[in-house]
């Protein structure tokens, strides 16, 4: 199977005159319909690719910018003026914890996720209205999709946006209540063990149990983490990517990228891990970014197009995951750094000699370079490297307050 490809389909849909039946109700009051929306109620089986594409498209978009903003404001990465065209005030609010309520780099995120909800709510009740399918393996692959899509919706509101510095979570019905990153977690992992009823082969059932495995992990459920992980990918599986395009480009390409640079990678990755070890290179690439004389900046190089895949799951972070899992619940250290250093073998990277909690935070913080995994990472290692004070997660901006009355404005 090839990795998961999460392609444009605004012009697809455009000709299909495609839209959002009137049953798909609002997921929050502030997040606008795509601008392709046509109100129909179409339900014929023909259309239902079309639909999972344009899904697949709106979380794509969601997942970049969520994980390219969480980088930032994690450790991982940083703003600075001084670097050539880093202009947007919305990414220094981001950097130093402050994001802001009006913050429209914020807002900017949020609407794709808040349409990747909508899509695959509308994707179930279209299979539900349509019943019977004359090719069954449709109705199987939409099934499929809106359940792990509509996980992944939640994981994304549970792990990147909050309501206060340390109160994460965000919402799970149209104008609802918000709801806790810890119910959030618990919610995706209920969507994923539907959408493994409908698999449609070994990768697929992998790749569910790894995603489950990481909302237990980032939940503290360490325990669940391990029997989940313990079915994830493994060794050359291929990863599930969020794949963009020469016109829905990956967010990294103009937020931190070759196409502009407006966020900057940490010194520890080219001052320290590059010189350390230059193999390291193969999972860390950066290169000099344009800054004021005097000067000197590193960006990533990871992804150096428009339509750079970004992973979402690989078979190396399930590795790192067992690992940790295997020193927190006190079992077998020699297991975990072997799988350690399975995962620096498939870089040429000599093994380490010993792992511990520090080791996996290291190893983490390398493997998922400019992956959006950073900010959880600091959070649950209880690591934060701003003020106290400053905000851990990205705040839900005021529209949505204002919008939402079961925020309070």
Request: some cysteine.
């Amino acid at each position: 199977m090839q990795p998961i490809a999460l392609r444009t389909a605004i012009g697809a849909l455009l000709l299909l005159g495609w839209g959002f039946g009137s049953g798909c109700s609002e997921f929050v009051q502030d997040i606008e319909p795509p601008i392709d929306e046509v109100q129909d109620n179409l339900i014929d089986e023909s259309q239902i690719p079309y639909v999972i594409i344009g899904l697949q498209q709106q979380f794509s978009q969601a997942y970049g910018q969520a994980a390219m903003l969480g980088d930032l404001l994690s450790d991982q990465c940083f703003f600075d003026t001084r670097v050539q065209n880093a202009t947007f005030p919305t990414y220094q609010n981001i950097d130093l914890g402050n994001p802001l309520r009006d913050n429209n780099s914020t807002t900017g995120a949020m609407l794709p996720l808040g349409r990747a909800y909508y899509i695959s709510k509308d994707l179930l009740e279209r299979v539900n209205r349509i019943g019977t399918f004359r090719n069954d393996a449709i109705r199987i692959q939409a099934l499929y999709n809106a359940y792990l899509y509509g996980g992944l919706v939640r994981f994304v509101w549970a792990s990147y946006y909050g309501i206060g510095p340390t109160q994460g979570g965000g919402f799970d019905e149209g104008g609802g209540p918000f709801v806790p990153s810890a119910q959030l977690y618990d919610r995706a992992v209920a969507l994923w063990n539907e959408a493994l009823k409908y698999a449609q082969n070994d990768l697929q059932r992998r790749t569910v149990y790894s995603l489950i495995a990481r909302a237990h992990l980032y939940n503290g459920k360490y325990a669940e983490a391990r029997a989940a992980a313990q079915q994830g990918l493994r060794q050359g599986d291929q990863p599930f990517l969020a794949q963009y395009s020469t016109q829905d480009t990956n967010p990294w390409y103009f937020g931190g990228g070759r196409g502009r640079t407006q966020i900057v990678v940490d010194t520890r990755f080219w001052q320290r891990y590059l010189v350390e070890d230059p193999k390291e290179a193969a999972r860390l690439p950066v290169e000099r970014a344009a800054s004021a004389p005097g000067t000197t900046y590193y960006r990533q190089a990871k992804y150096p197009n428009r339509e750079s895949a970004l992973p979402i799951i690989t078979w190396q972070e399930n590795a790192l995951m067992l690992a940790e899992l295997e020193l927190r619940l006190g079992g077998n250290t020699a297991q975990a750094l072997a799988l350690v250093n399975q995962v620096r073998a498939a870089y040429g990277l000599s093994p380490l000699s010993q792992v511990n909690l520090d080791v996996i935070y290291v190893e983490r913080d390398k493997e998922l370079f400019v992956q959006g995994q950073r900010l959880m990472d600091q959070r649950r290692f209880g690591r934060w490297h701003l003020p106290a004070g400053t905000w851990q997660y990205l705040e839900i901006t005021e529209r949505e307050r204002l919008s939402n009355p079961n925020l309070g404005g």
